[in-house]
């Protein structure tokens, strides 16, 4: 719980204040430390230049210049690892930018995958700031020494311009 609200308060700082958004990027490296400010919540320590997800996890972007005019594209690259072979058959991705929702992802594949969808202009608008989000279904429970929710691995994500 105290993570989800450190998180909020951290994108709630970071959008209130105009010359800290000329130091965020419009995409995330989640495996680059120096990023991990934007990374809101739902997000566990690096491991070889990416990060586990639990089930549901957030991150705060800057904009993309001509977005609020134009419309923006979010991508996510991330990976389902085959360890989850034996415990799902399918994963489904849903996820929102700045409040409104996208079509939602599902894949039965396993390794390196990329989701792109159009983000409209309307939910960009006068935004320096945006905020997505992503809910992982289903997600491995804690087990054994392991005491994390493990969703999907992630790579990249962000938002680029059409």
């Known amino acids: 719980m105290h993570r989800h609200v450190v998180g909020f308060t951290i994108l709630f700082i970071l959008s209130s204040c105009r010359s800290s958004s000329s130091d965020l990027g419009e995409m995330v ?9 934007q990374l809101v919540s739902g997000f566990h320590p690096i491991e070889n230049g990416w990060r586990w997800t639990t089930g549901h996890f957030v991150v705060g972007v800057k904009t993309p210049k001509r977005a ?18 034996g415990e799902r058959s399918q994963t489904k991705i849903q996820m929102s930018v700045a409040g409104v929702k996208l079509a939602e992802e599902e894949t039965s594949r396993f390794g390196l995958q990329e989701i792109r969808r159009e983000v409209p202009a309307e939910a960009l608008r006068n935004k320096d700031i945006v905020r ?14 392991d005491r994390r929710e493990l969703g999907v691995i992630v790579h990249e994500v962000g938002l680029t311009r059409k």
């Open 29 to 37: 490296n989640v495996g680059d430390p120096k990023m991990a400010i």
């Open 68 to 85: 609020a005019s134009e419309g923006a594209v979010l991508l996510l690259r991330y990976s389902v690892p085959e360890i989850l072979q």
């Open 132 to 145: 997505l989000e992503f809910w992982v279904e289903p997600v491995r429970q804690p087990q054994g020494e």
